[in-house]
């Protein structure tokens, strides 16, 4: 009865995930970037009605945009980690494909923070929240298909 509900509750975020990532797409607004970590922070998390949303912040440096429009040479993405951490084996330096879409910060909630990663949440314009959506950059320019970096973990 546990494993229902867990699946029920996880399928119920995953769809709520992609339409947020659907509608973002819609909008023009989902970025995919190809670059390196410059810092990870440790899986993190918020109870909300008794219910944990782990997450992981991380700083890229940005090489390329792949897809979208971005224009500083970093960014922080907020990864919602749903069934598992798909960046516990990713460190510092690896060089990965990252996807990402944008919020507006005025109603986006909390601005999370980390030491390192992103320590204040002082002129922030626009957020960037992902998925599972990191997955290693073998070769550069961007050689990635779209059902590829979807199911990376």
Not at 35 to 53: D, F, K, N, R, Y
Not at 83 to 88: A, N, S, T, W, Y
Request: aromatic share 6%.
């Amino acid at each position: 009865m546990r494993k229902l509900l867990l699946t029920a509750i996880a399928t119920a975020v995953l769809h709520g995930m992609s339409g947020v990532a659907g509608s973002a797409a819609r909008r023009g607004e989902v970025v995919v970037i190809e670059g390196a970590i410059l810092a990870i922070s440790p899986v993190l998390g918020q109870e909300v009605l008794m219910m944990s949303h782990p997450y992981r912040l991380v700083k890229y440096r940005v090489d390329r945009v792949c897809k979208g429009e971005y224009r500083s040479g970093e960014i922080v993405i907020e990864h919602l980690l749903v069934m598992k951490d798909g960046l516990k084996d990713r460190k510092v330096g690896d060089r990965v494909y990252a996807l990402a879409w944008r919020t507006k910060k005025e109603g986006a909630g909390t601005i999370h923070t980390y030491p390192g990663v992103r320590d204040s949440a002082e002129g922030i314009k626009n957020l960037y929240h992902g998925g599972q959506g990191v997955m290693p950059a073998a070769s550069p320019s961007c050689s990635f298909t779209k059902k590829e970096l979807l199911s990376a973990s």
